[in-house]
């Protein structure tokens, strides 16, 4: 009993460290990806060139507009009347 007992635990004892030590060669993503500085306004613009027509960076009045305007073409109510 104790026998048979001890093989079904050691497949599985196996695969639970090899899961475990698999997490250890993740790549942190937190260093590979670009999101931008922080401390920047979000009216100053993304950093390339997929901007929304009509919006010029820096502009905080016209990035108000263009956001009100993309939240507005979000509402159901609008949408269904």
């Given at each position: 009993?104790?026998?048979?007992?001890?093989?079904?635990c050691?497949?599985?004892?196996l695969?639970?460290?090899?899961?475990?030590?698999?997490?250890c060669?993740?790549?942190?993503?937190?260093?590979t990806?670009h999101?931008g500085?922080v401390d920047?306004k979000?009216w100053q613009g993304a950093?390339n060139?997929?901007?929304?027509?009509?919006?010029?960076p820096?502009d905080?009045?016209?990035?108000?507009?263009h956001?009100r305007a993309r939240?507005?073409?979000?509402?159901?109510?609008?949408?269904?009347?």
């Amino acid at each position: 009993m104790m026998r048979n007992l001890s093989k079904r635990c050691l497949p599985v004892t196996l695969l639970a460290a090899v899961l475990a030590l698999g997490a250890c060669g993740e790549r942190d993503q937190a260093t590979t990806t670009h999101r931008g500085l922080v401390d920047e306004k979000a009216w100053q613009g993304a950093h390339n060139a997929y901007v929304a027509p009509g919006w010029t960076p820096g502009d905080k009045t016209s990035w108000e507009h263009h956001l009100r305007a993309r939240g507005q073409a979000q509402n159901e109510s609008l949408k269904t009347n």
